[in-house]
């Protein structure tokens, strides 16, 4: 018989209430619960196919953070073929309530003009709205490209 020390039980407590709030259609349980099958820990498998199928769960009821994630794994083809066009239609969802790291992923997508044309403007007006929310990434992608522009 397997003895759980007392913190191990609440955190396996805790696990069995997010499955069940998951599967009750809470969008922000299903983008934790996505989270954890991403990653991996000590309760969870990594399982791609599974965190793809929680996130879009949760995306699909408007979850921004899943929205991003869904759009991650299919930029980067993780437990789904790759797609950059789903990617970009994930970010602008996420980008448009306002999450910071959906608008910088956007940004670069316009700014390399990857699966949607290449539009410099468009990629300052992302990566400025997530500069304003203090995105480090953004901010720093924002400087270069203001500080090259200036060299023109």
Sequence with gaps: MVSFSREESEQFHQREVL???ANANDAHAQSTLG?????GDEFTEQDYVAAIKWYRLAAEQGEPGAQNNLGSMYLNGTGIPADAVQAVHWY?????QGLPTAQFNLALRYLHGDSVEQ??????????KATQQR???AT?????????????
């Design 35 to 39: 989270d954890c099958y991403r990653v």
């Design 135 to 137: 995105h480090v990434e």
């Design 119 to 128: 539009d410099e403007r468009e990629a300052v007006e992302w990566l400025l």
């Design 19 to 21: 499955i069940a709030a």
């Design 140 to 152: 720093g992608a924002t400087s270069n490209l203001l500080s090259v522009r200036a060299r023109d």
């Design 92 to 96: 602008r969802l996420a980008a448009e």
